[in-house]
């Protein structure tokens, strides 16, 4: 079992960054795959970013490349998501998950946090 505890939303105006935080609890996080995603208004959730196990690999979406940076550090069971260069687009609720294998597949995340709000404006 694997609970996850995402932090570090809010409201900032366009061309801001933030950096959201997801400690997660359990043994089996340093042996997760982690993803994050976003939902925005009115749109369906979409793959943002995944990191391998030892942070070693990681991907990013096209939309988010060149601004957004995706890591971990397993000795404190955290997974963050650097975000830069904020467009008001990127205005979503942000949800971390873990998943046993690299997937950027929603439905295939076992755990997913409550999410947390970022919002940008123009």
């Known amino acids: 079992q694997v609970q996850l505890v995402e932090s570090g939303g809010g409201s900032v105006q366009a061309g801001g960054s933030l950096r959201l935080s997801c400690e997660a609890s359990?043994?089996?996080?340093?042996?997760?795959?982690m993803g994050w995603f976003r939902q925005g208004p009115g749109k369906e959730r979409e793959f943002v970013a995944i990191i391998g196990w030892t942070g070693g690999s990681s991907y990013v979406a096209n939309s988010v490349k060149g601004r957004f940076t995706i890591s971990r550090d397993n000795a404190k069971n955290t997974v963050y998501l650097q975000m830069n260069s904020l467009k008001p687009e990127d205005t979503a609720v942000y949800y971390c998950?873990?998943?046993?294998?690299?997937?950027?597949?929603?439905?295939?995340?076992?755990?997913w946090g409550q999410g947390t709000q970022v919002t940008v404006s123009s």
């Open positions: 998950a873990a998943s046993r294998q690299w997937t950027l597949r929603g439905d295939e995340y076992d755990y």
């Open positions: 359990g043994r089996t996080f340093s042996r997760s795959v």
